[in-house]
């Protein structure tokens, strides 16, 4: 094989691989679009403490959350909320064995805390991001639910957390990969 022939086939194969590579990500930077945040949020659990002076609610035991069609399991549940002409909630922040579901599209981690006015929800420490069969590992996973975005990196910032771990640093994941009959 001449060098113009290699050159041209590695150089082929690497437009292969960034083409494969942008559409894997733009498929997994879509996570959750369209979600209603301002829909009910609905919720189930063992236990409920309310701290009235506090403006907070926390919720434990088997905690299961429902806003639209997404849904949220964790062990622990903390509610930050005002009181105007009503109770509005603010934030809620998730410990343990927390998953967030819509659809084909699963998040998990050891911690989510999902700001209701910023309409974001971060996720730390061994995250795993699924969309089908596509999936990404990494320390934190940030989703913007105005846009649709999501965004993985490396390291969780733990802060003090419980229960948050750092993962190395590195992000890791599998894309599937259309198949083309020969």
């Given amino acids: 094989m001449t060098r113009a022939r290699k050159t041209a086939l ?7 691989a960034a083409a494969l590579s ?58 930050a909320y005002t009181q105007g002409s009503g109770v509005e909630i603010n934030r809620m922040d998730a410990v343990g064995n927390v998953i967030v579901t819509r659809g084909n599209e699963v998040a998990k981690g050891n911690v989510a805390i999902y700001d209701l006015d910023k309409k974001l929800i971060t996720m730390l420490g061994n995250v795993q991001l699924t ?35 750092q993962s ?6 599998t894309f599937k990969v259309k198949q083309q009959q020969n």
């Fill in 10 to 16: 590695l150089t082929l194969a690497a437009a292969g």
């Fill in 168 to 173: 190395g640093g590195r992000v890791s994941g």
């Fill in 22 to 79: 942008f559409n894997a990500l733009s498929v997994q930077a879509q996570v959750l679009k369209s979600h209603d945040s301002n829909a009910p949020v609905d919720f189930t659990a063992d236990r409920i403490e309310v701290q009235d002076r506090s403006d907070r609610v926390v919720v434990s035991g088997n905690v299961q959350v429902t806003q639209g069609d997404m849904h949220l399991t964790s062990d622990r549940l903390t509610v």
């Fill in 131 to 165: 969309q089908g069969t596509s999936r990404l590992n990494g320390g934190r996973l940030l989703i913007d639910l105005k846009t649709g975005r999501s965004s993985v990196d490396g390291h969780a910032a733990s802060g003090g957390t419980p229960g948050v771990t």
